[in-house]
């Protein structure tokens, strides 16, 4: 079987953006992993940046619509491979190169620089001899078997299901399955996949690869990209979708609704499903709980299958934490009068945590990160600002650090992909953020997390905690310092670790390596916090303005 996205005629339609797409999409049945798109400008001559057995690839891809390709292709490349410190470089073009081009490549081969050409005969022969699906590592586990099943039952049955899996068990990987079982049975279906924001669109797209046949075309639909077909697999934002919907007709047999805790009870994705009454409709969610209070099974039915992420790490599914929250600056004379006086949420957080010091937290880091095997960290931060000046902190305090970075949706999208390929390299060993860590980013090889953010979303810890939770080869636990300044967070830790607890006492099995530890800096202040907030009803997701009953404190000295 043919992948005919890598034909002559399909690349020719493609044009300049279609060719690097397609080569995206050929390298993950080839074996690479980390393969990220950089093509824009300030590329500094590369395409795509791709990892293989540790190796860095880099691909250069010049379409031609007629003749061939020139020297400048590969000036442009030896260029790149010298500015990313590439192991292995390669040429693409749907065509040929010409003679000068070709003599450029031999010269530099006289002198050991080797650049790998493929084009257009070579795409052809690529997509015939390739494997039809991406290689996994990792069959699919029981509970992923079983959502994917359930998922697909209540679908039959009763037209829509919900799946709520916590980030790190692998919804996308069972929303795929269901789409894997879906073409299977019907090879013509429209499948369409749909999420909020551009950058999570196109990540989808990439894990969908993951789970079709590569005669299955997929088609990306944003504003900025509009795909000459609709055929397939499409993955778009709602707002493109949409269009497609009203204007054009465009009707799936089955749509997926990723990150589901944005559908509302109206709003676009509420009118994209209401336009598609005779699709199957499933929506996948790490998060259910929405501000507005709408419950999403309104819309989906009850959940098909659930995970969180106690059960699921008491399970050995993801990584064990060593979570340690820092409580020692807390001003404990504000905890004696908090009853008597009535504060509210707000008020409370400004009167108790009192200011903590830059130095003080970059000493704490540096003893976590010496006692964490081959460290990989990220710091959530409160700014953009605070993230930049985090970043130059670090990598002013320790060697070790010197190229920790910045990461935040103040750069530009070819900078943050660039950083996300050192990060998985190792070349960037820290990164600060705000935000762009939330959600759809996978970075499995995270085993050190400090939040220095005010965050009392539940939504937003459960997903940044997630970044970290996923199992990787050679990780024994996350490691989380919680530099905590507000009570909800206080609350929110406590209640994981008393589900936490009760899930670990059900899996008795469970090796004791695995088991994870929540704790307070200073135990005593600890056992005084889960004490004193144990009765305060409701309290992980109350608004700022909410006016806190507690316990008596006398005791407290």
């Not at 190796?55 to 061939?68: L, P, Y």
């Amino acid at each position: 079987m043919s992948a005919g996205f890598l034909t002559a005629g399909e690349l020719l339609r493609g044009g300049p953006a279609g060719l690097p797409h397609a080569v995206e999409r050929a390298l993950w049945h080839l074996g690479f992993s980390d393969v990220r798109m950089i093509d824009g400008a300030g590329d500094h001559g590369a395409d795509l940046l791709a990892v293989r057995d540790r190796e860095q690839w880099i691909f250069q891809c010049k379409w031609k619509a007629s003749g061939r390709v020139d020297r400048v292709g590969v000036d442009d490349l030896e260029r790149a491979r010298a500015r990313y410190r590439a192991d292995k470089s390669v040429l693409v073009t749907n065509t040929d190169i010409n003679q000068a081009a070709a003599e450029r490549r031999q010269a530099l081969k006289g002198v050991g620089i080797d650049i790998a050409l493929w084009h257009g005969a070579t795409l052809a022969e690529i997509g015939r001899v390739m494997p039809d699906t991406v290689h996994s590592p990792y069959a699919l586990r029981p509970y992923q078997i079983q959502a994917a099943e359930a998922l697909i039952l209540d679908l039959e049955r009763r037209g829509t299901a919900l799946l709520e899996l916590a980030t790190g068990l692998g919804k996308t990987v069972i929303g795929g399955e269901v789409i894997r079982r879906h073409l299977a049975a019907d090879p013509n279906a429209r499948i369409l996949v749909v999420a909020h924001m551009r950058e999570l669109v196109a990540q989808l797209e990439k894990a969908i690869w993951r789970h079709i046949p590569k005669a299955v075309s997929t088609r990306l639909l944003t504003g900025d990209s509009k795909p000459c077909g609709l055929d397939g697999v499409v993955v778009g934002t709602v707002e493109s979708v949409l269009a497609q919907v009203r204007h054009n007709g465009y009707r799936p047999d089955l749509i997926m609704i990723d990150e589901t805790h944005h559908v509302a009870e109206t709003g676009r994705f509420a009118e994209l499903l209401d336009l598609c009454p005779s699709a199957r409709q499933f929506g996948v969610t790490a998060t259910p709980w929405r501000g507005d209070k709408f419950d999403i099974t309104a819309r989906f039915g009850e959940p098909s299958f659930k995970m969180g992420i106690a059960e699921g790490m008491a399970a050995g599914y993801l990584a064990a934490v060593d979570y340690r929250i820092y409580v020692d600056n807390i001003d404990w004379d504000v905890v004696r009068s908090v009853s008597s006086h009535g504060y509210s949420i707000k008020d409370l957080n400004r009167s108790l945590f009192l200011p903590q010091r830059d130095e003080e937290i970059v000493e704490h880091f540096r003893d976590a990160w010496r006692s964490t095997p081959d460290p990989r960290a990220i710091v959530f931060c409160q700014t953009k600002n605070h993230a930049e000046h985090i970043a130059r902190l670090l990598s002013a305090s320790d060697s070790a650090w010197a190229n920790a970075s910045y990461l935040h949706s103040g750069l530009a999208p070819l900078r943050r992909q660039i950083l996300l390929n050192e990060f998985r390299l190792g070349r960037v060993p820290v990164i600060t953020c705000v935000d762009v860590f939330n959600e759809g980013v996978d970075v499995p090889d995270v085993n050190l997390i400090a939040f220095l953010r005010v965050t009392h979303s539940r939504r937003i810890f459960v997903q940044q905690l997630g970044r970290g939770l996923r199992l990787s080869p050679g990780k024994d636990a996350l490691r989380v310092l919680d530099f905590v300044t507000d009570i909800r967070r206080v609350a929110a830790t406590l209640d994981l670790r008393r589900t936490l607890e009760a899930e670990e006492a059900e899996h008795l099995e469970l090796h004791s390596s695995h088991a994870s530890r929540i704790e307070f800096s200073d135990k005593t202040i600890g056992t005084l916090m889960d004490h004193w907030i144990r009765d305060a009803a409701d309290l992980e997701t109350s608004s700022d303005e909410v006016q806190l009953q507690f316990p008596d404190t006398q005791g407290i000295q």
